[in-house]
């Protein structure tokens, strides 16, 4: 699954999909991903809160935005939508979505439990202001698959995508903040690093680790393992978790120097019907409660931002891909807003990669 697009220019996908007609104007009206939402939650919800509620799926983040990007009619709108959050600057910046009010926020108690990155992910400050644009509400992480029966080491971190075995054998997301940022990695050093020019190794190591690349893909990268065409794939844990159950000689792993880490987050859209945003905030705390947040983590392919973890069953906690080492998730990060200057830097550098003319 696509889970980041080249949006660092503010580039947007073209095209509306469709995910199905909310059919009662009246009820609480959620566009979802698909399988992100453990089905029985909304009648649960329905049942604490006495509030019809109608949840609309969709079946990638592309097609959420698309949605979102949607002038639908008034009878058609809806009161709350996720998306991932590489959507989420274009979404403020189109004027897609609207902040959660100090007042709405209060209605969200569950927020101030939230990790500071979490928080910090969705708070954009202007000036002296600072706004909140979203709830996280489950994530992952950058993953490595690979197989076992091809390479004859353990691969445990980013450093070992350089192995001279491993040339021409892997495949990369075609995403420039993930491909600079194993680099950034290997080197010890953030993601948001603000001036990648002073990094005086970085374009060796982008170019060393460019002779590795079989392909690019941020959609297709588990056929090429499974075919044996590639021996390593770097992609989303939630589609990581699915190939050793297609193939038991693949291994998928978090690298231990830390990752990156996707979100998908609710956000309220421009258009969200007024009277509603009450029973939106009151989803929005509620898939964060440790009954909901517990059957977010074992029934969905993702991990919930909640920190109340202490119903999620202890077989669902051994998952590496769903828990990774304290020590790895502690130098993990989500990927913050980049200023434009260093944003002009990592297209130059991107695409002088991809030209091989770094």
């Known amino acids: 699954m ?5 949006l660092i220019s503010g580039s947007v996908m073209l095209g509306v999909g469709g995910c199905g007609l909310f059919a009662d104007p009246n009820r609480l009206r959620i566009l979802g991903l698909a ?3 453990p089905s029985k939650v909304v009648g649960q919800f329905e049942g604490t809160f006495s509030k019809t509620t109608e949840l609309k799926t969709a079946k990638t983040p592309q097609e959420l935005w698309q949605e979102l990007l949607a002038k639908p009619d008034a ?9 991932g959050d590489a959507w989420l600057d274009s979404a403020i910046a189109q004027s897609l979505i609207q902040p959660i009010s100090p ?6 108690p569950q927020w101030t439990k939230l990790d500071t990155r979490w928080q910090q992910l969705v708070t954009r400050k202007t000036g002296e202001k600072s706004q909140v644009w979203g709830i996280p509400y489950r994530w992952g992480t950058t993953a490595i698959a690979y197989r076992q029966d091809k390479i004859k080491f353990e691969i445990t971190k980013w450093a070992d995508l350089w192995r001279p075995e491993l040339k021409q054998k892997v495949t990369l997301p ?6 600079i940022g194993i680099a950034l990695k290997k080197l010890g050093l953030s993601y948001q690093q603000e001036d990648l020019r002073a990094i005086k190794e970085l374009n060796d190591e982008l170019k060393q680790l460019q002779q590795q690349v079989f392909i ?9 393992l499974l075919i044996d065409d590639t021996w390593v794939a770097v992609g989303w844990s939630q589609d990581m978790r699915k190939a050793p159950q297609q193939d038991p000689n693949i291994k998928a792993i978090v690298p231990t120097e830390g990752t990156a880490l996707w979100s998908d987050i609710w956000v309220l859209p421009k258009q969200a019907n007024p009277a509603n945003l009450p029973s939106a905030c ?3 705390d509620y ?4 009954a909901i947040a517990a059957q977010i983590t074992a029934l969905t392919d993702a991990t919930t931002t909640s920190s109340a973890l202490e119903q999620v069953p202890a077989s669902i906690k051994a998952d590496i891909l769903k828990f990774p080492a304290p020590q790895t998730i502690a130098q993990s990060e989500v990927f913050l807003p980049l200023s434009e200057t260093t944003a002009k830097q990592y297209k130059e550098i991107w695409t002088k990669l991809r030209t091989n003319s770094l």
């Open 2 to 6: 696509r889970r980041r697009e080249f």
């Open 35 to 37: 399988g992100a939402i």
């Open 75 to 83: 009878d058609k709108k809806f009161d709350l939508t996720s998306i």
């Open 103 to 108: 007042n709405l926020l209060a209605q969200i």
């Open 174 to 179: 075609d995403h420039p903040r993930e491909v």
């Open 216 to 224: 690019y893909t941020s959609d297709t990268y588990l056929q090429p």
């Open 282 to 284: 009151h989803w929005m």
């Open 287 to 290: 898939s964060l409660t440790p």
